[in-house]
């Protein structure tokens, strides 16, 4: 069973800061897609930032210019930088680790960290 461990979530005031940090395995940290999705009550979930092994990052527009998403290689870590936190971003904010090769798809989530945005 592949573990991802959230850190980092809590209460912050409109416009503050947080850091959210997911610690997966390195074997899946080396190889997956990393990324970070959220789900407010009564929403669907959605994604909010990705990371390939290689770099490569997409954001979701509502979130673009205040969060960062990065890996940390040395321990094996992925971490989301949420300046400018608005009462909307409020939300359980979940690790996913990811890899599709041909046919098959490999798909690992976190228990998920409560993000509150207070107005």
């Known amino acids: 069973q592949v573990q991802l461990v959230e850190s980092g979530g809590g209460l912050v005031q409109a416009g503050g800061s947080l850091r959210l940090s997911c610690a997966a395995p390195?074997?899946?940290?080396?190889?997956?897609?990393m990324g970070w999705y959220r789900q407010a009550p009564g929403k669907q979930r959605e994604l909010v930032a990705t990371?390939?092994?290689?770099?490569?990052?997409n954001y979701a527009d509502s979130v673009k210019g205040r969060f960062t998403i990065s890996r940390d290689n040395a321990k094996n870590t992925v971490n989301l930088q949420m300046n400018s936190l608005e009462p909307e971003d409020t939300a359980r904010y979940y690790c996913?680790?990811?890899?599709?090769?041909?046919?098959?798809?490999?798909?690992?989530w976190g228990q998920g960290t409560q993000v509150t945005g207070a107005s």
């Open positions: 990371i390939t092994s290689g770099g490569n990052i």
């Open positions: 996913n680790a990811n890899y599709r090769i041909l046919s098959l798809f490999y798909d690992y």
């Open positions: 390195g074997s899946i940290f080396r190889t997956y897609v």
